[in-house]
């Protein structure tokens, strides 16, 4: 099908209808321009196949009327060089001519002709059949614009319920988790609380006892033997002197309990169907603790260097269970590119290259937006990956390794849920940054669009 617009159809008489007439016969070639100019058609007209052929590279008519005893080339042959060449192969074309024998007719019809004309015709019919086929052809392109809009239109919708459900699905596995994170940690609070109250007891308890001993032997230097040997067994100046130190250090242990509940229950907060005031850096901080233990030295390398430059930002109105979400799938990427680098290296590497994974915080200067850098000095990804790694089900993993789910939940999650934007920045042996933007206000509210912002600081390092 040509460019023309379907908006001719069932109108043709517009003048700027183009049609072309193939004669050798310049009588013929005038019969037919004057009734097909009469009609308020524009025609052009050629007296061989072959200048048909030429004009047909420059110009594109709706309509070809095609005569075909001709010399050197003739209609049948013009016809099939139309119909082989993909850009005209759309155009209809009626064949007229004086041959009317049932071979020629069937001939003309299997090269692609949609109508016959004999000569000498009348010019009701030529004009009556002209007009059939052209209402034919805008017909059809009209319909094939309406199935490709169409089919755009389905596959938009299609692609929005899949990120719809995909949303929905993973949006019920984080309030399934956060319900029984959150109960675990509250049911790691209470037997907290009674450790450590009896902790704090228990200290104020040996120190009145060790205070007591010490009494004992300011004013009893010379106990019996038995009371001396037993001293010497249990080495009592030694369980004096770090008992206390065994206490302080299960104090600090109940402490370490009470910032991993903290941190548990900050990480799967439920979110409820608006925002609230919520701080990043909470929600960075308890991102770290759960996966401090991922983060851990390993027999195949050491330990990740986590480097935090947080600005001076304020709490912002978002989905902080979601907004988690984006910074675990995030952070647990660049875990795993390390333990993949892991495997095809030696920990010698590691120690003159210390692994790091760098988190910045900053209001974005003079504009309503808070940006969050997570870079990391890994391996980096290629043009190919970057550019697809927002993508639906694209993953790097092998298999059973990674859905590819998780970074296109994050991209929907800032994008679409809180108005902002998620890019990424990479380079072949220097590592990745991912820049998190996200408004201060509601959207509506903002002087500024995310999209506009140049993320001068977005260096992958």
């Not at 001939?107 to 002709?113: D, H, I, N, S, T």
């Not at 709490?315 to 495997?343: K, R």
């Not at 969050?372 to 970057?386: A, K, L, Q, S």
Request: aromatic content about 6%.
């Amino acid at each position: 099908m040509s460019n023309r617009s379907s908006s001719h159809m069932l109108d043709t008489s517009m003048k700027d209808i183009e049609l072309l007439v193939v004669d050798d016969t310049v009588a013929n070639l005038e019969v037919i321009s004057e009734i097909l100019s009469s009609a308020r058609y524009n025609v052009s007209a050629v007296t061989s196949g072959k200048r048909a052929l030429k004009q047909l590279q420059s110009q594109a008519p709706a309509l070809i009327l095609l005569d075909i005893q001709m010399p050197e080339m003739d209609g049948f042959e013009t016809c099939r060089q139309i119909k082989a060449n993909p850009n005209t192969a759309g155009i209809p074309i009626i064949f007229i001519t004086a041959l009317s024998d049932a071979e020629s007719v069937v001939k003309g019809f299997a090269l692609g002709a949609v109508d016959y004309i004999t000569k000498p015709f009348r010019k009701t019919e030529l004009l009556a059949r002209v007009r059939t086929q052209l209402n034919l052809y805008f017909l059809t392109e009209r319909l094939e614009e309406q199935v490709i809009n169409r089919t755009a239109e389905l596959k938009t919708t299609l692609e929005k319920l899949q990120q719809s459900q995909l949303q929905i699905v993973q949006s019920e596995k984080m309030a399934t988790l956060g319900n029984l994170v959150a109960g675990v940690a509250h049911e790691i609070n209470n037997p907290l609380g009674f450790l450590n109250g009896s902790v704090n007891n228990g200290k104020g308890y040996v120190q009145d006892l060790l205070e007591h001993l010490a009494l004992y032997q300011q004013h009893c230097p010379n106990p019996t033997d038995v009371i001396q040997d037993h001293a010497k067994e249990i080495d009592l100046d030694f369980l004096s002197e770090d008992l206390p130190k065994l206490l302080s250090s299960m104090k600090e242990a109940t402490n370490r309990i009470k910032d991993i509940s903290t941190s548990l229950r900050t990480f799967s907060r439920t979110d409820i169907d608006h925002k609230i005031s919520a701080n990043l850096h909470e929600g960075l901080d308890s991102t770290l603790m759960i996966l401090k233990y991922r983060l851990k030295a390993n027999e195949h390398r050491p330990a990740i260097k986590i480097v935090k430059e947080y600005g001076n930002v304020p709490v912002i109105n978002c989905f902080p269970g979601q907004l988690n979400q984006v910074f675990i799938n995030i952070l647990a990427n660049a875990i795993d590119m390390f333990d993949e680098m892991a495997q095809k290296t030696t920990f010698e590497t590691f120690e003159t290259q210390p692994q790091t994974i760098t988190i910045q915080t900053e209001v974005l200067s003079e504009t309503e937006w808070v940006e969050v850098r997570i870079r990391d000095n890994g391996t980096g990804m290629t043009d190919e990956v970057e550019a697809r790694v927002f993508d639906h089900a694209f993953t790097t993993k092998g298999v059973g390794q990674g859905t590819g789910l998780g970074l296109a939940i994050a991209h929907q999650i800032i994008t679409e849920t809180h108005g902002g934007k998620l890019t990424a920045e990479s380079a072949l042996g220097k590592g990745s940054t991912f820049a998190i933007q996200l408004p201060l206000a509601e959207p509506s509210k903002l002087n500024a669009d995310p999209t506009t912002i140049a993320p001068s600081k977005l260096v992958a390092r």
